[in-house]
């Protein structure tokens, strides 16, 4: 695992806290697709110094639920950090809004598992 990729292991608390605490979103996301899912993916998995949603290794793929706090300007502008890094380290970022997994839940799946296969080869 190269370095920049090594967990912060301060992290670890608030990512337990936030497994323990998903969103409605993220919860249905989680145990109606994810974690059935033929190749493994986390959740809140801790990334060098971020916790992201869903984490699949095989894919080196990251699934993010965005609900309001993401489109604040700070919010905007540490996604925007936070992908950057995930990318410099071969990791790709697929973003759904909340109101994605409310209303179009089957299209989601769809895309994440087109994105894992294409990712996967």
Avoid at 35 to 52: S, T
Avoid at 78 to 86: P, V
């Amino acid at each position: 695992m190269p370095k920049n990729f090594e967990p912060n292991s301060k992290l670890s608390e608030k990512a337990k806290d936030l497994r323990k605490n998903m969103t409605p979103e993220e919860r249905h996301l989680w145990y109606d697709f994810l974690r059935l899912y033929p190749i493994q993916f986390n959740c809140q998995r801790i990334i060098g110094n971020y916790i992201v949603d869903f984490y699949c290794r095989k894919a080196n793929l990251v699934i993010e639920i965005d609900g309001k706090q993401h489109y604040i300007p700070d919010g905007i502008s540490y996604d925007k950090e936070r992908t950057d890094y995930l990318n410099s380290i071969g990791i790709e970022v697929v973003r759904f809004l909340n109101k994605d997994i409310n209303d179009n839940f089957q299209n989601v799946c769809a895309h994440i598992d087109m994105t894992v296969k294409r990712r996967m080869g």
